[in-house]
């Protein structure tokens, strides 16, 4: 059986289509997000859905436990395999979540703190570097049951301690450094999968070239070779 660990970003909702058209659906899963979602609508669910893709749908929901369960239950029907909300929501809404997430054959994804976010502003905004923070996160993870997390890939060691049996989605995969990104903390492909991390969000570098299918594989080669 072929793996599928690489979900890719749909980033511009201008020029996405090409992406879908040379993309293999037996080998990825894609992203919609925020910004391609708020674009198109619901729209963009059917075109992925009808070149054969499963979805990471990452809203990020995030709201009081009714209106984010009864959210994700609109969205019965499409053929999302993962969708994420913010593990800050607390404890029912969590719970509200991942039971919603089932009605509609979901996995429910915890988002624990993004990954833009560096330790400055870490303690800016939960008043602890980031490794408390995200220590905090993951142990509700494990309290609520829910199905996996995302999290930036310098916390996939601290994840595989802490979360096990659980999915772990990582941002901020990139094929070298590069200092011009609004991720501050990356790491290249192989070196996530070795870590423990069960999917890995790419983005421009498949979706940015002029040949993504190359670009796609060549990345897809780097993780599984010898």
């Given at each position: 059986?072929?793996?599928?660990?690489i979900?890719?970003?749909?980033d511009n909702?201008?020029?996405?289509?090409?992406?879908?058209?040379?993309?293999?659906?037996?080998?990825?899963?894609?992203?919609?997000?925020?910004?391609?979602?708020?674009?198109?609508?619901?729209?963009?669910?059917?075109?992925?859905?009808?070149?054969?893709?499963?979805?990471?749908?990452?809203?990020?929901?995030?709201?009081?436990?009714?209106?984010?369960?009864?959210?994700i239950?609109?969205?019965?029907?499409?053929?999302i395999?993962?969708?994420?909300?913010?593990?800050?929501?607390?404890?029912s809404?969590?719970?509200?979540a991942?039971?919603?997430?089932?009605?509609?054959?979901?996995?429910?994804?915890?988002?624990?703190?993004?990954?833009?976010?560096?330790e400055?502003?870490?303690?800016?905004?939960?008043?602890?570097?980031?490794?408390?923070?995200?220590?905090?996160m993951?142990?509700?993870?494990?309290?609520t049951?829910?199905?996996?997390?995302?999290?930036?890939?310098?916390?996939?060691?601290?994840?595989?301690?802490?979360?096990?049996n659980?999915?772990?989605?990582?941002?901020g995969?990139?094929?070298?450094?590069?200092?011009?990104?609004?991720?501050?903390?990356?790491?290249?492909?192989k070196?996530a999968?070795?870590?423990?991390a069960?999917?890995?969000?790419?983005?421009?570098?498949?979706?940015?070239?002029?040949?993504k299918?190359?670009?796609?594989?060549?990345?897809?080669?780097?993780?599984?070779?010898?």
């Amino acid at each position: 059986m072929t793996k599928k660990n690489i979900i890719v970003a749909l980033d511009n909702p201008l020029d996405y289509q090409s992406v879908l058209e040379e993309l293999d659906s037996n080998k990825c899963i894609i992203k919609v997000g925020s910004i391609i979602f708020n674009y198109h609508g619901r729209k963009i669910l059917d075109e992925v859905a009808n070149h054969g893709f499963e979805i990471f749908f990452d809203i990020k929901f995030h709201d009081i436990p009714n209106t984010v369960s009864k959210s994700i239950e609109s969205f019965k029907g499409y053929p999302i395999k993962l969708l994420t909300i913010h593990l800050s929501g607390g404890c029912s809404m969590i719970k509200s979540a991942l039971d919603s997430s089932k009605t509609i054959n979901a996995k429910c994804i915890g988002v624990s703190i993004l990954t833009s976010l560096n330790e400055e502003e870490s303690k800016e905004v939960y008043n602890q570097e980031i490794q408390k923070t995200v220590s905090s996160m993951f142990n509700l993870a494990n309290e609520t049951d829910i199905d996996g997390i995302v999290c930036s890939p310098h916390e996939l060691k601290l994840a595989g301690d802490l979360l096990q049996n659980k999915i772990k989605i990582t941002p901020g995969i990139r094929l070298s450094d590069s200092n011009s990104d609004d991720q501050s903390r990356v790491m290249k492909p192989k070196e996530a999968i070795n870590l423990g991390a069960t999917y890995l969000v790419i983005g421009r570098p498949i979706t940015s070239h002029k040949d993504k299918a190359l670009a796609f594989e060549q990345i897809y080669q780097s993780i599984y070779e010898e």
